[in-house]
């Protein structure tokens, strides 16, 4: 990728304002390129990060990445663990069933036998079918406070309504809010809390789970 001087920088020491200073994104915005910047490859599934320390990072970003995890409680326990205290996660994912675009929530229909025989068939390359408001509950219960949220793409109001439609039916998806139900792109952003503050968060992910679990 290209150096962009002026946006580089400016989107170093602004992560490094909003994590409350860092001295590494600082010297990433004074590297003026990427070569300057050290880059280390860790080749470790997110479920289970075990090389990196605890606390090790400021900013965690991922880029329609999230979407293609099997164990998502446990993603989001390791991305807790990596992040240090008041550090930022954000992440950019994409909530469509990548076999088929024409029909990106057509997956939602499926048993859960049937998805997954094809999910785990296909390493999970055509996405799992957490829907946004299950990983913001998520990344709440392990301690993060969510302070950005918003969808970049949303499914066509007909075939949602159809979607609808057939999920109530018989569909695990059968008692979820049509507007979650359609995000088909999200953005988040979230921030590790520590100590008492974090128990907002985590109250109010494990409620939002045991409702979504009883609306499966």
Request: glycine share 6%; aromatic share 10%.
């Amino acid at each position: 990728p290209s150096w962009h001087a002026s946006f580089h920088p400016v989107a170093y020491r602004q992560l490094a304002m909003l994590v409350g200073g860092s001295a590494a994104l600082e010297r990433a915005a004074e590297a003026g390129s990427f070569a300057a910047i050290v880059v280390r490859q860790v080749v470790e599934p997110a479920e289970n990060l075990a090389s990196l320390q605890n606390g090790e990072f400021d900013v965690v970003l991922s880029n329609a990445m999230l979407e293609h995890v099997a164990d998502l409680d446990r993603v989001c326990a390791e991305l807790a663990r990596v992040t240090r205290r008041g550090g930022l996660n954000l992440h950019q994912i994409d909530l469509a069933y990548h076999k088929d675009r024409e029909r990106p929530l057509d997956h939602l229909l499926a048993n859960d036998a049937e998805f997954l025989a094809e999910a785990k068939a296909a390493n999970y390359e055509y996405g799992n079918r957490w829907r946004k408001s299950e990983f913001i509950a998520r990344f709440n219960r392990f301690g993060f406070e969510t302070i950005h949220e918003f969808v970049s793409l949303s499914a066509d109001s007909r075939y949602l309504a159809e979607i609808g439609s057939r999920c109530a039916a018989g569909s695990r998806y059968r008692r979820w809010p049509l507007d979650d139900l359609g995000a088909l792109s999200c953005f988040l952003v979230a921030r590790r809390l520590v100590g008492a503050r974090r128990l907002i968060p985590v109250l109010r992910g494990q409620t939002a789970v045991v409702l979504q679990s009883w609306r499966k």
